[in-house]
């Protein structure tokens, strides 16, 4: 079981998280934690840096959720993609990539704001096309409006029972630790884990299986 942290504690490690994470230029990165509640602020130099941040201060264990207020800046040095740019590219990478082709999916961009709409098959699919999206420099936020619709029909008992079963096979989690329900394709997740790794992995394998369209994560850290 994990030792309870000061918000003080908590805070320090984030900070340490991002200062060793290579990926993040966290330079201009505030960190302030209440209550288990973690909330980034100031600026980082790319969209994708956003997220990592964020994800990064899930990792450590004690925080219960994080508040993402970082804006995008960039150098004044480096040029940047008008909007017309960021939309070709972002149809092209969309085009291209293996897992996103053939996929109905359009995009609009105003002043680096990118707006994904259409439709996708997977939960994973809608993640991974923002990922993807996240990479181009210019990008400042991604509205994320693209709805899933399963090519199979699932009954949600189906859905849920995949669930269970690829979490308890899941090297990674202690899969009976996770409590699941589905209503309408929508998973809720509840129950607690030993650390924020857990938290993180069983968002990963639930966000894979077939028939999900969204999820509510409420699975706690011990």
Known sequence: MNICRTDEQLKKNIVDQLFWDDSIDASGVKVEVSNGKATLSGN???YSAKDAASSAAWLVN?????????????PSNIPILTDEEIQRKAIEVLTWNADIHGLTISVSVTEGLVILDGTVASYWQRNKAEKLVSDILGVVDIINQLI??????????????NIQTAL??????DGSAVKVSVKDG????????????DRMQALIVVGNC???????????VL
């Open 210 to 220: 077939r028939g999900v369209i969204d999820i509510i994560n409420e699975i706690r």
């Open 168 to 173: 308890k096979n899941s090297p990674h989690i």
């Open 148 to 161: 899933v619709v399963p090519t199979e029909l699932l009954t949600d008992q189906t859905v849920a029972e």
């Open 62 to 74: 004690g925080i219960q959720d994080v508040d993402n207020r970082l804006q995008v800046q960039f």
């Open 44 to 46: 980082v130099l790319k």
């Open 186 to 197: 929508i998973v809720r997740l509840k129950g607690s884990v030993p650390t924020s790794h």
